[in-house]
Protein backbone atom coordinates (compact mmCIF):
# COMPACT_ATOMS: atom_id res chain seq x y z
CA UNK A 1 0.00 0.00 0.00
CA UNK A 2 2.97 2.67 0.89
CA UNK A 3 3.57 2.49 -2.74
CA UNK A 4 0.33 2.81 -4.14
CA UNK A 5 -0.34 6.00 -1.61
CA UNK A 6 3.67 8.12 -2.94
CA UNK A 7 4.87 9.46 -6.03
CA UNK A 8 4.05 8.50 -9.10
CA UNK A 9 0.81 6.88 -8.10
CA UNK A 10 -0.59 9.51 -5.14
CA UNK A 11 -3.50 7.62 -4.42
CA UNK A 12 -5.60 8.69 -1.39
CA UNK A 13 -6.55 6.40 1.42
CA UNK A 14 -9.76 4.71 1.05
CA UNK A 15 -9.84 4.80 -3.01
CA UNK A 16 -11.15 1.91 -4.89
CA UNK A 17 -8.05 0.24 -6.83
CA UNK A 18 -9.71 -1.34 -10.51
CA UNK A 19 -7.52 -4.41 -10.62
CA UNK A 20 -7.95 -6.28 -13.74
CA UNK A 21 -5.04 -9.86 -14.35
CA UNK A 22 -3.84 -12.34 -17.07
CA UNK A 23 -1.61 -15.19 -16.68
CA UNK A 24 1.17 -16.48 -18.79
CA UNK A 25 2.23 -19.69 -19.26
CA UNK A 26 4.76 -21.30 -21.96
CA UNK A 27 1.96 -21.60 -24.29
CA UNK A 28 1.33 -17.69 -24.41
CA UNK A 29 -0.53 -15.02 -22.65
CA UNK A 30 -4.43 -14.77 -21.82
CA UNK A 31 -6.61 -12.05 -22.46
CA UNK A 32 -7.64 -9.85 -19.06
CA UNK A 33 -10.11 -10.59 -16.93
CA UNK A 34 -13.13 -8.34 -16.09
CA UNK A 35 -12.05 -5.33 -13.83
CA UNK A 36 -12.91 -5.96 -10.03
CA UNK A 37 -15.73 -3.05 -9.14
CA UNK A 38 -15.01 -3.65 -5.16
CA UNK A 39 -12.65 -4.83 -2.61
CA UNK A 40 -9.19 -3.58 -3.18
CA UNK A 41 -9.13 -0.28 -1.27
CA UNK A 42 -5.59 1.68 -0.71
CA UNK A 43 -5.12 0.94 3.45
CA UNK A 44 -2.81 2.31 5.26
CA UNK A 45 -0.82 1.39 8.54
CA UNK A 46 -2.79 1.95 11.71
CA UNK A 47 -2.27 5.15 13.59
CA UNK A 48 -0.06 6.01 16.86
CA UNK A 49 -2.02 4.56 19.94
CA UNK A 50 -2.95 6.57 22.76
CA UNK A 51 -0.32 6.25 25.64
CA UNK A 52 -1.23 3.10 27.60
CA UNK A 53 -1.99 4.05 31.56
CA UNK A 54 -2.09 1.77 33.87
CA UNK A 55 -4.78 -0.89 35.01
CA UNK A 56 -6.87 -1.33 37.85
CA UNK A 57 -4.79 -4.32 38.88
CA UNK A 58 -1.24 -3.54 40.80
CA UNK A 59 0.57 -4.89 43.65
CA UNK A 60 3.77 -5.27 45.00
CA UNK A 61 4.68 -7.82 42.43
CA UNK A 62 2.22 -7.12 39.51
CA UNK A 63 1.93 -4.69 37.49
CA UNK A 64 -1.49 -4.35 34.66
CA UNK A 65 -0.84 -2.08 31.75
CA UNK A 66 -3.88 -0.95 29.77
CA UNK A 67 -4.84 1.07 26.63
CA UNK A 68 -7.79 1.59 24.42
CA UNK A 69 -8.35 -0.39 21.21
CA UNK A 70 -8.36 0.95 18.10
CA UNK A 71 -11.59 1.55 16.66
CA UNK A 72 -12.07 4.59 14.26
CA UNK A 73 -11.40 3.71 10.49
CA UNK A 74 -8.07 6.43 10.77
CA UNK A 75 -6.67 4.86 13.61
CA UNK A 76 -7.16 1.03 12.42
CA UNK A 77 -6.07 2.32 8.69
CA UNK A 78 -9.29 0.74 7.61
CA UNK A 79 -8.38 -2.44 7.76
CA UNK A 80 -9.12 -4.99 10.91
CA UNK A 81 -6.61 -4.61 13.82
CA UNK A 82 -4.94 -8.08 14.27
CA UNK A 83 -2.94 -7.65 16.90
CA UNK A 84 -0.98 -5.17 19.50
CA UNK A 85 2.07 -5.22 20.79
CA UNK A 86 3.18 -4.14 24.04
CA UNK A 87 7.51 -3.32 24.32
CA UNK A 88 9.36 -2.66 27.81
CA UNK A 89 12.75 -0.79 27.04
CA UNK A 90 15.16 -2.70 28.56
CA UNK A 91 17.56 0.46 29.12
CA UNK A 92 20.17 -1.14 27.11
CA UNK A 93 21.72 -0.71 23.98
CA UNK A 94 22.38 -4.70 23.58
CA UNK A 95 18.38 -5.44 23.42
CA UNK A 96 16.08 -2.13 24.17
CA UNK A 97 12.93 -3.54 23.71
CA UNK A 98 11.70 -6.37 24.54
CA UNK A 99 8.06 -7.61 23.39
CA UNK A 100 5.87 -8.57 26.73
CA UNK A 101 2.67 -9.03 24.89
CA UNK A 102 1.34 -9.39 21.29
CA UNK A 103 -2.16 -10.32 21.27
CA UNK A 104 -5.77 -9.08 20.68
CA UNK A 105 -6.40 -8.30 24.17
CA UNK A 106 -6.17 -4.02 25.49
CA UNK A 107 -4.94 -5.14 28.79
CA UNK A 108 -1.10 -7.14 29.96
CA UNK A 109 -0.47 -8.05 33.62
CA UNK A 110 3.43 -8.47 34.03
CA UNK A 111 3.66 -10.66 37.26
CA UNK A 112 7.16 -11.75 39.41
CA UNK A 113 8.28 -7.76 39.99
CA UNK A 114 10.10 -7.36 43.00
CA UNK A 115 9.20 -4.62 45.23
CA UNK A 116 11.03 -1.68 45.66
Known amino acids: MSILSTSPYD ?7 LVRISATNSAGTSIWSS ?6 RVRAAPDKME ?6 AISETALQIS ?19 LYWDSG ?7 VLYEGSL ?4 QTGLVAG
Open 92 to 98: TSANPDI
Open 11 to 17: LLFDTLI
Open 51 to 56: TPFKGL
Open 67 to 85: WTEATSAVATGNSAILNYR
Open 106 to 109: TSYT
Open 35 to 40: ENTSGA
